[in-house]
Structure formats: C-alpha cells, structure tokens
C-alpha cells in the first residue's frame, strides 16, 4: 500500500484547476523513451464544468430561498459573475468546500488573485491582507477555456537489463518514499512547514534571483523583480503573456534544464522580447505558494498566463526536461494561438480609452458651458443688483432732499416768524436797506439801528428767493458783514455797530455750491 497523498499525487488521479489542468493523454506511457506528449482538454471535461456549474446554481437557489432550512438568516443569494468567481477559485486552490472559497472570497472583496495569494497564509493562522473594495469590480468571463499541456515524460526503460534494474531498485524506491512521507507528515505536527509562512515576498524573488546568478551565471532571461500578484497585475495592465517558471531545487532535471534551455541565448530573446518572465523556487514561501496554486506535476515546469476574457487565465503548460529549440517552438505555438485574446482586449482598451476621451472631452465642454451660462448669469445678477442699488440710492437720495427741504421751509418759516415788526418810515432811528438777490432781484425793508445784523439775516433767509447758504457784503467800504457768531465776532454787532446810515444798499452773494 503507498502512501500516495504524502507526496505529489500520480498526474492521472489528483486534481487540477480548470485554468491550470494537465489533461491526460490517451494511451499515456505509450511511445518511445523521452518522447513529447501533446495533450489538449477534451469535451467531456467541458461537460463535467457545466453540471458543476447547473448543480452549484440550483443548490445556491435552494439555500437561499425564503424558509429553506438550509440557508443562514445573513446569506444572501450571488450573481452570475460572483458564481464564476467563485466556480474558478475552486478551479485554482482545489478546496472541496465551496463554504470555504465563498467565504475567502468575500474577505477579499471577490478578488480572485488576491485569495490566492493569501489562501496559504490563512491556514496557518497568519493574517490576511484583505483587499480594499475595488473601484471596479472584475469581470469573469464564464466561456470553458482549452488549456494547451505539454509534458516531456522521463525514458522508460528499455531491454531486459534495463527493466530488471527497474524492478531491483523500485522496492527500495518505494520504501524511501514512503519513510520519507512518512517523515514529513509527522514533522508537519511537530514544526509547520515554514513555507506556509509568507513574510517577504519580494525578498524570496531577490534571494532566488542571486541564487540562480551564483549557480548558472548572469545570462538568463530578465528576471520579473516582485511578487506573483504584482507580476500579474503588471502582465494584465500591459496585455503581455506572463512565463511563470517554478524551480525545484531538489530534481534532477534542474540543473540541466537551467544551464542548456533556460540560458540560450535563443531562448532569452524570445522570452525578453515578448514576455514578462516570473520565476521562483518553490523553496521560498513565496515559490511554494505559487505552487499550491498552480499544482504542478513535476519539473521543470512552466506556464503561460495571459489576460483572456477579462481573466488572468493559464493558456499553457510545459512540464519536464524540455529543450530549447522544442521550448521555443511550444512557446510560439502558446502565443500564436492565444494571441487574438489579447488583440481583442488591446482594440477593447483603445475602445474604451476613447470613449472615455470623448466622453471626457464631452464632460469638459459641458463643463465649459456651464461655467459660460454661469458667469453671463452672475453678470446680470450683479447688474441687477448694480441698478437696484443704484435705484435704492437714488431713492435715498430724493428722499433725502426731501426731507431737507422740508427742514429748510420749516425753518423759514420758523425765521420769518421770529423777526422783530419793521419801524415805521417815520421813525428817526430805523435805516432803510435794499438788498440785491444773486438772481437780480431787490427787496427792501426797514430795520432798527439797535437790532443785531442776525436780524437781517433770519430776514433774509426767511426770503422764498434767497439761497440756502449766503454772506451780506457792503460796497463802501466793500466789506463782510459778520452776521452770524464766528470765533471772531461772537456777538454779531448791531446795524449801527457796522456802521450802517439811513440807507444802504447791500449785496446777497449766494455760498450754495461752496
């Protein structure tokens, strides 16, 4: 009896994603020693992925209808797209709980990339970096891929003396295993693998990279320096195929390949000038994650992963000890074959961008617009406001005057009241005053020689004709008389104090617009 399930299961019986799967081929072991086997999914596959997919929606349906026993008060029902995703993450990690894969999913916002990422993480007790809400959720395309496998199968064994070792050695072959199987599991209870334990990604990319330097020489393909995630990211913003190649550094077949494929310069070229080129040892947590979620058979291996359908998806799988001329070949024939997908996706892009250019110069000229229709619209406001207030103080103004005139007559009025009674022309004391108005006009009247010269001016004043604002000049001498109280003259002095005779005749000079 093996313990199979201590080491990587027989390629026949365990278990791939539908993204990343080796398809068996007919008649496998057939041919001769060291020969290529071409494998290509066949349809009953594609059958097998739509009942999983009928099977999982009607289960779905159930749990979630209204007093279904089955269904949790919080669990609500996923759309078309969140099925996909989480179809494709079961497809990726191998969980058999699709409980467990919806509920890694939701943690990271239904970021398929990112739970895997994380998947291993988790089951040690580490915590995850869950993804914040994109801004845009990712779109899954729910057509079955073909996923092309290339295996390069190690030579059987050929004559009587061959297969007579064969089985001489397999006895002591399955007893290593199994001891080491054996080992392993149980160091699994005493020590967690540390693999398990990412910590610094991109330090595991460095150290390998100056690993693989030390042992095979600076000649290679350029290395992708980050992690896996942000490889992908950068494969799917730049619509190039991504080379993720996994190196074990305990087969065989490793050195070999690194020194006489991996370093051809014909292989670089083609690497560096069409691909992005990811490479890790499985070793390095990092690698060993990459590793449980690609599920490899055996090294060397290597796939091909390119944005198809809105998807990061593996379109290739090369496994075993391949050459460079047969690597090249299978590498051309993965990108020719899956090149459309990213034409498609380029004319998608540009599509896009310039829908979202017009759009954009759409919003600007609307913008522009409204920034237009805005500034006339303030303009007339503050016209408006500029008349209204204009009208207001105009108003004010009238008012204003208004109210000051009727002041003014009041206090004429006030005046004219107020004025002692004119002597009699007979009176030997009284002097007769003729007063020359600005408008040409004369008006005469007696007044007292005792009376103060106020007296001829509230007279004046009292006058409809005579201005607002005015002074009293004499002729001879030509003079000012103080008639109101200055600094000067605090008392204005009477008519015969100023010197004035029987009759005078004095001018009204008008101070209004002074």
Same mark, same amino acid.
């Given at each position: 009896?093996?313990?199979?399930?201590?080491?990587?299961?027989?390629?026949?019986?365990?278990?791939?994603?539908?993204?990343?799967?080796?398809?068996?081929?007919?008649?496998?072991?057939?041919?001769?020693?060291?020969?290529?086997?071409?494998?290509?999914?066949?349809? /009953?596959?594609? /059958?097998?992925?739509?009942?999983?997919?009928?099977?999982?929606?009607?289960?779905?349906?159930?749990?979630?209808?209204?007093?279904?026993?089955?269904?949790?008060?919080?669990?609500?029902?996923?759309?078309?797209?969140?099925?996909?995703?989480?179809?494709?993450?079961?497809?990726?990690?191998?969980?058999?709980?699709?409980?467990?894969?919806?509920?890694?999913?939701?943690?990271?916002?239904?970021?398929?990339?990112?739970?895997?990422?994380?998947?291993?993480?988790?089951?040690?007790?580490?915590?995850?970096?869950?993804?914040?809400?994109?801004?845009? %959720?990712?779109?899954?395309?729910?057509?079955?891929?073909?996923?092309?496998?290339?295996?390069?199968?190690?030579?059987?064994?050929?004559?009587?003396?061959?297969?007579?070792?064969?089985?001489?050695?397999?006895?002591?072959?399955?007893?290593?295993?199994?001891?080491?199987?054996?080992?392993?599991?149980?160091?699994?209870?005493?020590?967690?693998?540390?693999?398990?334990?990412?910590?610094? $990604?991109?330090?595991?990319?460095?150290?390998?990279?100056?690993?693989?330097?030390?042992?095979?020489?600076?000649?290679?393909?350029?290395?992708?320096?980050?992690?896996?995630?942000?490889?992908?990211?950068?494969?799917?913003?730049?619509?190039?195929?991504?080379?993720?190649?996994?190196?074990?550094?305990?087969?065989?077949?490793?050195?070999?390949?690194?020194?006489?494929?991996?370093?051809?310069?014909?292989?670089?070229?083609?690497?560096?000038?069409?691909?992005?080129?990811?490479?890790?040892?499985?070793?390095?947590?990092?690698?060993?994650?990459?590793?449980?979620?690609?599920?490899?058979?055996?090294? %060397?291996?290597?796939?091909?992963?390119?944005?198809?359908?809105?998807?990061?998806?593996?379109?290739?799988?090369?496994?075993?000890?391949?050459?460079?001329?047969?690597?090249?070949?299978?590498?051309?024939?993965?990108?020719?074959?899956?090149?459309?997908?990213?034409?498609?996706?380029?004319?998608?892009?540009?599509?896009?961008?310039?829908?979202?250019?017009?759009?954009?110069?759409?919003?600007?000229?609307?913008?522009?617009?409204?920034?237009?229709?805005?500034?006339?619209?303030?303009? !007339?406001?503050?016209?408006?406001?500029? !008349?209204?207030?204009?009208?207001?103080?105009?108003?004010?103004? !009238?008012?204003?005057?208004?109210?000051?005139?009727?002041?003014?007559?009041?206090?004429?009025?006030?005046?004219?009241?107020?004025?002692?009674?004119? %002597?009699?022309?007979?009176?030997?004391?009284?002097?007769?005053?003729?007063?020359?108005?600005?408008?040409?006009?004369?008006?005469?009247?007696?007044?007292?020689?005792?009376?103060?010269?106020?007296?001829?001016?509230?007279?004046?004043?009292?006058?409809?004709?005579?201005?607002?604002?005015?002074?009293?000049?004499?002729?001879? $001498?030509?003079?000012?008389?103080?008639?109101?109280?200055?600094?000067?003259?605090?008392?204005?002095?009477?008519?015969?104090?100023?010197?004035?005779?029987?009759?005078?005749?004095?001018?009204?000079?008008?101070?209004?617009?002074?």
């Amino acid at each position: 009896m093996s313990f199979g399930f201590f080491r990587k299961a027989p390629r026949a019986l365990r278990p791939f994603p539908a993204s990343a799967r080796v398809f068996p081929a007919a008649g496998e072991g057939a041919g001769s020693a060291g020969e290529p086997r071409r494998e290509e999914e066949g349809g /009953g596959k594609r /059958g097998r992925q739509r009942r999983r997919r009928r099977h999982f929606r009607r289960v779905t349906e159930r749990r979630v209808r209204g007093g279904s026993k089955m269904a949790a008060p919080e669990e609500r029902e996923l759309t078309a797209e969140q099925t996909e995703k989480l179809l494709q993450f079961q497809d990726l990690t191998g969980i058999e709980s699709m409980d467990q894969c919806r509920h890694t999913l939701e943690q990271h916002n239904w970021n398929i990339e990112a739970a895997v990422q994380d998947r291993l993480n988790e089951q040690e007790g580490v915590p995850s970096v869950f993804n914040p809400p994109p801004s845009r %959720p990712l779109q899954v395309n729910t057509a079955d891929h073909r996923i092309y496998s290339y295996v390069v199968s190690r030579p059987q064994p050929r004559g009587l003396l061959g297969w007579g070792y064969y089985f001489m050695m397999l006895p002591f072959r399955f007893t290593y295993y199994t001891l080491l199987d054996i080992f392993r599991f149980a160091l699994r209870f005493i020590r967690p693998d540390p693999r398990s334990r990412v910590t610094d $990604p991109v330090g595991d990319i460095i150290s390998f990279i100056h690993m693989f330097e030390e042992k095979y020489g600076r000649i290679h393909p350029v290395f992708y320096q980050g992690t896996y995630s942000q490889a992908l990211n950068d494969a799917k913003r730049e619509l190039r195929f991504l080379l993720v190649y996994l190196h074990g550094d305990d087969h065989q077949d490793t050195d070999e390949f690194c020194r006489n494929t991996l370093c051809v310069p014909e292989v670089i070229t083609l690497i560096n000038t069409r691909m992005l080129f990811w490479a890790c040892s499985t070793n390095k947590p990092e690698g060993y994650r990459v590793s449980q979620a690609l599920r490899e058979n055996t090294y %060397p291996f290597l796939a091909v992963i390119m944005l198809k359908d809105r998807r990061m998806t593996v379109v290739g799988r090369l496994e075993g000890l391949i050459q460079a001329d047969d690597l090249i070949n299978q590498l051309i024939f993965i990108m020719d074959a899956n090149q459309t997908y990213l034409v498609s996706e380029r004319l998608e892009r540009e599509e896009r961008n310039q829908t979202q250019v017009l759009r954009q110069q759409q919003d600007e000229a609307y913008l522009a617009s409204l920034r237009a229709d805005q500034e006339k619209e303030r303009k !007339k406001k503050e016209e408006r406001e500029r !008349k209204k207030k204009k009208e207001e103080e105009v108003q004010q103004q !009238k008012l204003a005057e208004e109210r000051r005139r009727q002041t003014l007559q009041e206090e004429k009025e006030r005046k004219s009241e107020c004025l002692p009674p004119e %002597p009699h022309p007979d009176d030997p004391e009284s002097v007769k005053i003729i007063f020359k108005l600005p408008n040409d006009s004369r008006v005469e009247r007696r007044f007292h020689f005792t009376q103060s010269l106020t007296v001829i001016h509230d007279f004046l004043f009292s006058l409809k004709e005579s201005p607002e604002k005015f002074q009293i000049e004499a002729n001879f $001498p030509r003079r000012v008389l103080p008639c109101l109280p200055t600094e000067e003259w605090p008392n204005p002095p009477t008519l015969q104090e100023a010197g004035l005779s029987h009759t005078e005749v004095l001018f009204v000079q008008d101070l209004t617009d002074d």
